[in-house]
């Protein structure tokens, strides 16, 4: 019989390596709106809300583990904390979620303990 236990890393670790290149294309294409734009920076105050509830939901000790089970269901309090950020005449909103969270848990990841670029 094959033991459970190495077959759930594999796949945790699969689900990791998902969940890191789905961070890290949300990084990319925040980056793509360039720097200087009322809407980049727009969107850099949208990353940062969402930043504030992974601390709040993750802590400031956590590993990358921890960080892919947090990304596991936000899409829901991922879109509210947007919603909640958004001021009046922004440029960037709540269609912008999917990005400004993968950017979000992307430039949280480099506060894991066991992060690696």
Do not use: C
Request: glycine share 8%; no cysteine; hydrophobic share 40%.
């Amino acid at each position: 019989m094959v033991p459970r236990r190495p077959l759930w890393r594999g796949r945790q670790r699969l689900m990791l390596e998902s969940a890191r290149y789905q961070w890290q294309d949300g990084l990319r294409r925040l980056e793509a709106e360039g720097g200087e734009t009322a809407r980049a920076r727009h969107l850099d105050f949208l990353v940062e809300s969402v930043m504030d509830e992974l601390r709040r939901r993750v802590g400031h000790t956590f590993t990358l583990a921890e960080l892919a089970d947090a990304y596991n269901g936000a899409e829901d309090w991922a879109r509210d904390a947007v919603a909640g950020a958004i001021r009046p005449k922004f440029r960037a909103g709540v269609r912008d979620a999917a990005v400004i969270q993968d950017a979000a848990f992307a430039r949280y990841a480099r506060g894991a303990s066991d992060y690696t670029p």
